[in-house]
């Protein structure tokens, strides 16, 4: 009797602790698959923003099939993240916006990857409907000494050599369009950036028929620009300016200043430029001023005696 009892109690402890065997290796996975199953029916805490469904490439538009909504904790949600696809598809003044960099799946859209407001700096945002931006070269003296700047408005002047193959030179000038809009000066087309700098080239905003002028004009001569006052807008009038025009004092369009004409009896005094001949090309000589007229000879002097008449008698026919 006491054998069976001692192999019962062996049988018991045996089967105890394959009890508690069994209950820590399956009893937790099911409490864990549990939990997670409950969780997943509940919704995803976070903020909601805007990714891209799939991958973009630079000049995609958006549409409403391209993008998506996630949820993504409110301290990793940067700023001007779109929390909203009626926001992204409005963004390019109430458009539908383009890349303007490639964008990877499930990458977050800004404001600053897409057209529209809050894009990047660029020219071509800048361009007003209708109009090109077309580029000049200039200097720091046909480039108004760097002044002109982004935002300012110019008028734009050509002077050209009539006779580029002559002793003397005849030059003209004539403006070729006026009132236009610089968008940039170099690389630089920050409005807000206001100190000036040597320019090599200048982009203005101008209408396709402009753009050709600018194209013809490089061509025939120098390109120069003069800067216009803030809110400046007249067209004025102007007739091409020749060499002949300085040469026969008609030089000055406008009214003159005091002392700024002076003349002479004999005519105003006239510079004349010569270019080539005795003084090299490029030399200046100064016309001389006309001679002046030989002043009139003095009466001959008067004798300081009288003439008496002879008598009858003396004279040859008397004898």
């Known amino acids: 009797m006491r054998v069976v009892t001692i192999v019962s109690l062996g049988a018991s402890a045996v089967l105890g602790l394959a009890a508690l065997f069994v209950a820590k290796a399956v009893l937790p996975n099911a409490g864990h698959s549990k939990t997670a199953s409950v969780l997943a029916q509940q919704p995803v805490a976070g903020v909601p923003v805007v990714v891209a469904k799939s991958d973009l490439k630079f000049g995609d538009r958006l549409e409403a099939g391209k993008v998506t909504i996630l ?13 909203t696809v009626e926001q992204v598809l409005a963004q390019d003044n109430g458009g539908a916006p383009v890349a303007l960099t490639q964008i ?3 990458e977050l859209l800004l404001p600053s990857k897409l057209s529209g407001p809050g894009a990047r700096s660029s020219v071509a945002v800048e361009i007003a409907d209708g109009f090109r931006a077309y580029t000049i070269k200039v200097s720091d003296v046909t480039g108004v ?4 700047l982004p935002g300012d408005r110019v008028d734009v002047v050509l002077t050209r050599d009539l006779t580029p193959d002559g002793q003397t030179r005849n030059y003209i000038s004539e403006v070729v369009i006026q009132n236009i809009r610089v968008l940039g000066v ?6 807000v950036k206001n100190a000036p700098a040597t320019p090599s080239t200048a982009t203005l905003e101008v209408s396709v028929q402009d753009a050709q002028k600018l194209a013809v004009a490089a061509d025939l001569g120098k390109l120069s620009l003069a800067l216009r006052k803030t809110g400046a807008a007249e ?9 002949g025009n300085f040469l026969s004092g008609g030089g000055r369009s406008g009214p003159a200043r005091p002392g700024a004409a002076r003349s002479s009896a004999f005519g105003p005094q006239l510079i004349m430029i010569i270019e080539g001949g005795a003084h090299g090309k490029g030399g200046r000589a100064q016309r001389p001023a006309p001679a002046a007229p030989a002043a009139p000879a003095p009466p001959a002097p008067q004798p300081n005696f009288a003439l008496i008449p002879l008598p009858a008698s003396d004279t040859p026919a008397g004898k």
């Open 104 to 106: 990877a799946a499930k």
């Open 71 to 83: 949820h993504v904790p409110a301290n990793a949600v940067p700023a001007g993240a779109f929390t």
């Open 145 to 148: 000494g760097g002044h002109a």
């Open 235 to 243: 067209m004025t009038p102007v007739a091409p300016m020749r060499t």
């Open 186 to 191: 170099d690389l630089n087309a920050d409005m």
